[in-house]
Structure formats: structure tokens, C-alpha cells
């Protein structure tokens, strides 16, 4: 069987230099514990927030220059949603604009090009073959052209 036996080092049995305090001395000792989890300090914050700060200048603007300072923010904010919901249905009319004509007529443009693209490369095609064979070309155009008896 194995026998367990503790061994002491002898830097744990030996005192540590620091401040000798006396029984009545608590200056060195602080429980910081207790200070973060005391909640009765926390609730005693004296910060104050932005909102806090700014109704606190309310005593410092006179009651006329405060209504009309009031007035022209409140008519500044009223143009400006004015313009806002202006300027976003505006921009809704172009935009549905731009979808339901502007789109059938970029396909329209681009059909006719691809018409256009087509009759250039028959017309060089029937070049071609007027440049390889002078006489059958127009000889097959005059039989068309004609009428049947």
C-alpha cells in the first residue's frame, strides 16, 4: 500500500516581509470585494446622460427664444419630411417609368438591330454570289421579277 506524506516547503512556513500593522491599524487592508459587490453603490450613480444635461439647459434659454427656436426646428423638420416623402415618390414614378418603357423599348431597339444585322449579311451574301457567278444571279432575280403566264 502507498503511504501519502505532506511535505511543508519552507518558504510557506516563513513570514513575508511587508507592513507590520497593529491591531487598530486598517489603513493597508482594503476588501475589494466588498466594494464591487455592494450593490448600494450602484445605485447611487451621480452620472448624468446627454438627455439629462440637455434638459438642464432649459433654464438657461429664455421662454421667447426657446418657442422660436422650438418653431424653426419643428418647421425645418416638417419641410424636410416634406422633401423626403417628395423626393422617394418621385424617384418611384421614375423608376416604374423606366421599368415599363424603357424596357420594351431597349428589346424593340434591339430587335430591330438584329433585323437590320440580317438584311446586311443577306445583301453581302447576295454580293457574294453576283462577285462568284455574274450572269446566274441577276438571271434568277429577272425570273422572279417576272410574272407567270
Known sequence: MVQLKEVEDELFTQEQPGPILDDN?????????????????????????LADRLTALRDVIPPKQRAALTSSLSTAASWMK????WSGSALF???????????????????EMEHMERE???KMRQGA????????GSALTQQQAKPAV
Open 120 to 122: 446586311r449579311e443577306e
Open 82 to 85: 416634406s422633401g423626403l416623402s
Open 129 to 136: 454570289t453576283d462577285v462568284l457567278t455574274p450572269g446566274v
Open 25 to 49: 491599524d486598517d489603513d493597508y487592508y482594503t476588501d475589494t470585494d466588498s466594494e464591487i459587490s455592494s450593490s448600494d453603490e450602484a445605485d447611487l450613480s451621480l452620472e448624468e446622460t
Open 93 to 111: 414614378v421614375i423608376s416604374t417609368s423606366v421599368l415599363l418603357f424603357g424596357v420594351p423599348f431597349a428589346m424593340a431597339n434591339l430587335d
